[in-house]
Each structure stands twice: as structure tokens, then as C-alpha cells.
């Protein structure tokens, strides 16, 4: 079976070192690619855009911003939602532009030096791809942070500086030796009509057009995935819906909508053993996509939820239902040792 196992993308280590000595020689084999565990401020994802991107733009006003600045997400979610920062554009700015960029690019470049190196030296194994993952547009402007009646325009703009950022690393790095998987959310959360301030009507549309051109310029040998999330701030799942129906209706629009061959999908699961929860997996239309299934959890009834998927599913990898950069570094030993065990009875 080619590449049973995704590795989502955030690792609590202090270096993208630590990370690919860790994972590289044990689950790289089965991998498409390695993230280099999205570390520093990266960790806690869109909440890094808030205070070194947003907050610090001349465009953007700050209506309301955390009580402690530093970049402790569990800590300012203790608080509540009331806490966290939220942001307008400025009166009088036409058209929002992020100019200087958004950090990614950067990032990815030092990650790749030391991806480069530990391959050279074994520790990664050949043919194994460098990933990159950036946040959906919609997750990086969402409704929480950004007031509504200036969501469109914020998303807009964001969606120009997420496509310029893709395409500043692609230009950089070789496109045999990457990959990039763009990570949705606050998406998932509005296709099942959970958003607050969002109207339900449309919901898939706004979500699907954002895909249409983010990725259709880069290179042809650069692979592209999708990672789809209910959300872990604040505990996961923060969305628990009935069934994975419109999850695999949103996975097929964007793989039909992206502009070019998706190499992969992501697609979370819940602690559920309810067949019905799993029965929309068989109206998936992979279209080449390699699907992902977030079996990796609650690893007790793992074979049960292993055996519903392959009732709906027949061919599939598995991972985790999301990145665990936000976790204790002490779980680690143990989650990569369910990843090992997960590929192990999906390949048995």
C-alpha cells in the first residue's frame, strides 16, 4: 500500500530538527511527506496571524485584544472567547493587501535547509517530500476574530497572500521534493451551518470558491493535499456533528474545484461506532485523491472504527483527526506509536 499514513502537521518540539529526527525514521516509510511540525509561534496556527500579522497592520484596527499578549492560546481561551482579538479594516482603506507577506515562506525555507541536511544524512528517507502546511483562507479570517461585515473583504485579501505565499515557496523549493497541504477548519464548521453570524445559505459556495486558484499555478510535480478539521481550540472536537455527510460533500468539491490533480484528502473522524456516522464515506469521489481517514484516536475501539470505515470505504490511509502541537511533549512516544500501530492493522 502506497504511503498508509499522514502526518497532519504540528509536533510539540522546539526545532524542525527535533521533529524529523523523531518521525523520520520511524513513520517516514509510509509517508507522502514530512511537516516540520509548524514550530515556534506556528503552533497555536491562525493564532500566530492575530498578533505578529493583524494586529501590527496599518490597515487593520484592533477593536478588542487579549488581556496577555503572548501567544498562550490555551491560557486566553481559559478567559473565553470574549478575550481574544478581533479586528476590522480600517474606514477609509479600499482594498486590503498584506504586502509584506505572512510569514510562511520564510519559515519553509529554514525548515527545508534542515530537511535537506538530515536527508543527506539517512535520518529522512529518500523520496520522502518536504510539506508545507498553510491555513484556508476562510480559517484565517473566521468570524471570531474578524467582524462580520468585513469578513468578504478580509478573506479576499487573505486569499491573495495565501496564494503569493504558496507560490514564493514553490519558486524556492524543487517541486519533486514538495508538498503542500492546505489546512481547513472554520470550513468544515460552516458547511454543517455552526458558524454564529455566518447565514447558512451558501455556505458550501463560499467555502468552495476559495480553492479555485490558490493552488492551479504551482507547478505540476508539487504535491497538494487538504487537511479537514472540527476544530481542537478549546478542546476536541469543538464541532461534533451527526454524520461525516457534508464533510465528504465539501472533500468533493474542493478536489473537483481545486484546478488540478489533488494528491490527497483529509478527513477527520469522531470517537463513534455507529455506522451511520461513517455511511457517507462511500459517496466519496476521490477523483486519484488519496483519502486520509482521522482514525488515529481512541485507540481502544480503533479496529471497530477501522472495520465501519472499510464497510463505506475500500481504500484509505489513516492519521490523526488533527496536527498535536498544542499538547504535552510527553504523549509524544505514545501518539507516534499509534500512528505505527494504526499502519500496521490497516496494512495487515
Known amino acids: 500500500m502506497d504511503h498508509p499514513a499522514l502526518l497532519v502537521g504540528s509536533v510539540p518540539l522546539s526545532s524542525a530538527e527535533a521533529v524529523f529526527r523523531m518521525f523520520g525514521p520511524t513513520l517516514g516509510r509510509y509517508l507522502p511527506a514530512i511537516p516540520d511540525g509548524e514550530i515556534g509561534a506556528r503552533r497555536w496556527w491562525v493564532a500566530r496571524l492575530h498578533q505578529q500579522v493583524y494586529s501590527r497592520h496599518p490597515d487593520i484596527d484592533v ?51 534542515m530537511f535537506c541536511r538530515l536527508r543527506e544524512e539517512g535520518v ?64 468544515i464548521t460552516d458547511v454543517y451551518e455552526a458558524v454564529p453570524g455566518l447565514r447558512a445559505e451558501g455556505a458550501m459556495e463560499r467555502n468552495v470558491s476559495q480553492v479555485r486558484d490558490l493552488s492551479s499555478a504551482l507547478p505540476g510535480a508539487v504535491m497538494i493535499g487538504y487537511h479537514l478539521c472540527f476544530g481542537t481550540f478549546g478542546g476536541w472536537p469543538r464541532l461534533s456533528p451527526n454524520d461525516l455527510g457534508r464533510a465528504v460533500q465539501y472533500a468533493n468539491r474542493v478536489i473537483a474545484e481545486t484546478g488540478r490533480p489533488v494528491n490527497w484528502m483529509h478527513i477527520p473522524t469522531l470517537d463513534r461506532t455507529d455506522p451511520a456516522f461513517f455511511a ?69
Open 63 to 113: 477593536l478588542q485584544k487579549p488581556l496577555a499578549t503572548e501567544l498562550d492560546t490555551a491560557q486566553l481561551l481559559r478567559k473565553g472567547r470574549g478575550r481574544a482579538w478581533q479586528f476590522r479594516i480600517r474606514s477609509g482603506v479600499k482594498q486590503l493587501r498584506f504586502p509584506n507577506g505572512l510569514g510562511y515562506r520564510e519559515a519553509a525555507l529554514e525548515s527545508y535547509g
Open 124 to 187: 529522512i528517507p529518500a523520496g520522502l517530500r518536504f510539506q508545507v502546511s498553510l491555513p484556508l483562507p476562510n480559517s484565517a479570517a473566521s468570524p471570531a476574530v474578524i467582524v462580520i461585515e468585513d469578513i468578504a473583504r478580509f478573506r479576499e485579501a487573505l486569499r491573495i497572500a495565501l496564494r503569493a505565499e504558496a507560490m514564493a515557496i514553490a519558486a524556492e523549493i524543487p517541486a519533486e521534493d514538495l508538498a503542500i497541504q492546505w489546512d481547513g477548519s472554520w470550513e
Open 280 to 348: 457517507p464515506l462511500a459517496l466519496l469521489e476521490p477523483a486519484g485523491a488519496r483519502i486520509y481517514l482521522g482514525l488515529v484516536h481512541s485507540m481502544q475501539n480503533f479496529p471497530t472504527r477501522l472495520e465501519l470505515a472499510r464497510r463505506y470505504l475500500a481504500d484509505f490511509g489513516v492519521a490523526a483527526y488533527c496536527g498535536f502541537g498544542r499538547i504535552d511533549p510527553a504523549q509524544l512516544p505514545g501518539i507516534l506509536e499509534d500512528h505505527l500501530s494504526a499502519v500496521r492493522a490497516l496494512t495487515a
